[in-house]
């Protein structure tokens, strides 16, 4: 991606997720991806995990106005040309997140979107409350240029069990069918294959983005981190399936460069 020249103010992004104290993923990911490919990163943090590298041990929320106000007080002055989603924690936040992006033009339309719909941590600890991921759905999915979500939470949204081309077809329209603009069915944790196919669809035409499929126990925050490439993409003004080839290719470099962290799984560690 384009830089800016020293002294001169780069093209700012948002992440609207959690913290992770062992550094790997959610905003600290995101943070990383930004400042590697040079935009700068505003922060509307919606949770503090505790969490190293064996899984999260304990969540505490944030309250939604200040979550909001987060949001309103970064775009009225510093402004942002693209905003990512992920993790959200509760209803309440979720509707704070949705009324805040509307008031200020972000979605539907306005600043670029994406909503990666995080419900548990690759451990399985829950980063979403069970009774949020309606109005996860309902809220947040109108407002999305493109929702980027794994295989088990296409089948927490959709109830379609992805295992080949045509389940992921058929996922790829049931996400579509909530609202989103885009949607991307990650191929990553498609079992016995050594590709890693995600397939991009806007309703009209799916288009298929192929990759080495990674095969490493260092995979922390690869989600989050494909996420807030595609943001950053779109903040360059890339178009969607542009944006989705190059944080493929960010994410797959991440991997490849991924590193032990801790006695659990270390981080994706992208680098150009
Ligand atoms: N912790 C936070 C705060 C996150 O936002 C996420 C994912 O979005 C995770 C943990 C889970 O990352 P992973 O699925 O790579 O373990």
Redesign the pocket.
Known sequence: LPTAAPGETPVRVMTI????SGG????QADLRTFALLGLHGCVAVT?V?V?NSLG?SGVQTIDPEVVAAQIRTVTSDIGVSAVKT??LATAEIISAIADACTEVGIGGGGVPLVV?P?CA???GDP?LATDALDTLVGRMFPLADIVTPNLDEVRLITGVDVVDADSQRAAARALRDRGTRWALVKGGHLRGSDRSPDLLFDGDDYIEIDGPRIDTPH??????TLAAAICSALAHGYSMPDAVVFAKRWVTRGLESAYPLGAG?GPVNPLW
């Not at 997720?17 to 992770?20: E, K, Q, V």
């Not at 790997?24 to 905003?27: H, N, P, Q, S, V």
């Not at 995979?219 to 989050?224: Q, R, S, T, V």
């Open positions: 997720a959690g913290s992770d790997g993923a959610g905003i949770a995990t969490q999260v992920g993790m990666d995080v941590s690759m451990h980063l995979d922390h925050g690869a989600g989050d799984h």
